[in-house]
């Protein structure tokens, strides 16, 4: 008898799949036949599979693996894809590239976990079950945030985070770049940002690194958005260069506490000029359709004392000074806007992001929901259960994480990013959800993977699939960790201060 379904271990799971009785075999007699505009996900199966397996799977006209794009598939929308194994041939379609990248993925998981590794494994036994499936996802934004500012990962770590995202069908990798504590991308007009912003917790990114990720993550399927904050959480800019703040001639540090710190930027014109010139060169590295410029956490004090500041809301005939940051934003979203992006902005109410902006609801579910019903499209991250640096679990073997109860898997896999109750209406604005991994306590590259997984093979089901089977996904999730052992994520706080064995 063939496997049950479950017993694939699928994370996510499938929208539809059967399982059939006889398996394919992949030797080194495999070719691929690629169709026109399939090569890029014939090159990624071939890469993924060459360290473990050795095998060369060469394209050929005549290859028993297909990968076919077909934009007639319609039904599959322009993620999903449709895979059919036989004992003899391997069919993969889809209607877009993304959703053969998709397929690809799943034949990784079809295979044994050992075919994941890097390591070379002799005289393996690459057969994947017979299988039929249509696999469409629930929600076109499925993702993760990494804050590589208050502690800064290197290059080789984002891009073995991408492929993890990558295997779960994850395809936002939102890249949190600049806060209190540092400044970590380069900027031509302002070396300070990095000379100075990037000391404490770490270093920075040079544009080629970060360009070669984006190139890296795209050939996965996976969409890198940059997060510049403002006009908050931006102590390391001041620290940089302090005519930018509301009192040019202070002198600031880059700031080595957690918190909100209360020094923001001014609202002069040279302050706007260094924000638009900063988003500019991001821009030009990031080609992504969304550009987050942050907006949550501004304290207004500094406005309320600053006369250049006092001097700006008498000449806008502005309210007062906590009008000015519905005023900034307005005019850094045009300026996105203008360049052909969205701006994307975090939400602490569901009222205050201007009309052009894409929420990210992080404060509660409500937000979300007010945020939808004002015209916005809402990516929902609930700090409750989507934000990753709270503890897995009240265990005393934890490591240190954020104050308050402890988000498990459970709570994550139990995120409904549109909630029935919501109505049609309000649930179509919402582009889908994301997970959170603030640094403050983060210091490695293992800590953070610890903590990332395997919440976020739970984020990615509900996001992906619906997330309404809790037994089902705890079996899925039993054979699920083989693979990630396979790729060596660690699943032990005993491990997270080891060596970086897992950042190449």
């Not at 360290?51 to 076919?68: E, H, M, N, Q």
Request: proline share 9%; hydrophobic share 35%.
């Amino acid at each position: 008898m063939p496997p049950a379904p479950s017993d694939l271990g699928l994370v996510p799971s499938p929208s539809r799949l059967s399982v059939r009785t006889g398996r394919f075999t992949f030797d080194t007699t495999t070719a691929i036949r690629a169709t026109d505009g399939a090569r890029p996900a014939a090159r990624l199966l071939r890469t993924l599979l060459a360290p473990a397996t050795g095998l060369p799977l060469p394209l050929a006209d005549d290859g028993r693996i297909v990968l076919a794009l077909d934009p007639g598939l319609t039904g599959l929308g322009p993620q999903g894809y449709g895979l059919t194994v036989g004992g003899d041939t391997v069919l993969l379609r889809a209607a877009r590239p993304d959703g053969l990248l998709h397929g690809v993925q799943t034949l990784r998981q079809l295979l044994p976990p050992t075919a994941l590794g890097e390591d070379p494994v002799r005289d393996g036994d690459w057969t994947i079950p017979c299988v039929e499936m249509t696999d469409v996802p629930r929600f076109v934004w499925r993702g993760a945030m990494l804050d590589v500012a208050r502690h800064f990962q290197p290059a080789a770590f984002l891009r073995r985070f991408t492929d993890l995202l990558a295997l779960h069908k994850l395809n936002v990798l939102h890249l949190h770049l600049t806060d209190d504590q540092g400044w970590r991308m380069p900027v031509g007009a302002y070396p300070r940002l990095t000379g100075v912003g990037g000391t404490p917790h770490g270093g920075a990114y040079t544009r080629e690194e970060l360009t070669g990720l984006v190139a890296y993550a795209a050939e996965r399927g996976v969409n890198v958005v940059p997060e510049i904050e403002m006009p908050g959480h931006v102590r390391a800019a001041l620290a940089a260069y302090p005519h930018l703040g509301n009192f040019p001639g202070r002198r600031l540090e880059v700031w080595d506490r957690w918190g909100v710190c209360d020094t923001v930027l001014g609202v002069h014109d040279d302050a706007l000029d260094f924000c638009r010139t900063v988003l500019d060169d991001v821009m030009d590295v990031f080609p992504s359709p969304y550009v987050h410029v942050g907006g949550d956490e501004c304290p207004t004090g500094e406005w309320h004392r600053s006369p250049s500041a006092l001097r700006r809301v008498a000449e806008q005939g502005l309210d007062g000074p906590g009008a000015l940051h519905g005023w900034f934003m307005e005019r850094i979203g045009a300026h996105v806007t203008a360049r052909g992006r969205r701006p994307l902005g975090w939400t602490e109410t569901g009222h205050d992001l201007p009309d052009s902006f894409t929420a990210l609801a992080w404060r509660d579910e409500d937000h979300g929901r007010a945020a939808a019903r004002n015209g916005h499209s809402v990516v929902m991250a609930p700090h409750r259960s989507t934000y990753l640096d709270y503890p897995r679990s009240t265990r005393p073997e934890e490591p240190p994480g954020q104050d308050g109860p402890a988000v498990d898997l459970p709570t994550v896999y139990a995120t409904d990013p549109a909630p029935e109750h919501w109505g049609d209406e309000d649930a179509a604005r919402v582009l889908g959800t994301q997970a959170q991994l603030w640094t403050e306590y983060v210091t490695t590259a293992a800590h953070a993977e610890y903590l990332l997984f395997p919440r976020l093979c739970a984020l990615a089901d509900t996001a992906w699939s619906g997330g309404r089977d809790w037994p089902g996904f705890q079996a899925r999730l039993h054979h699920h960790r083989s693979r990630l052992d396979a790729l060596g994520v660690p699943s032990r706080p005993s491990t997270i201060h080891s060596p970086e064995r897992n950042t190449r």
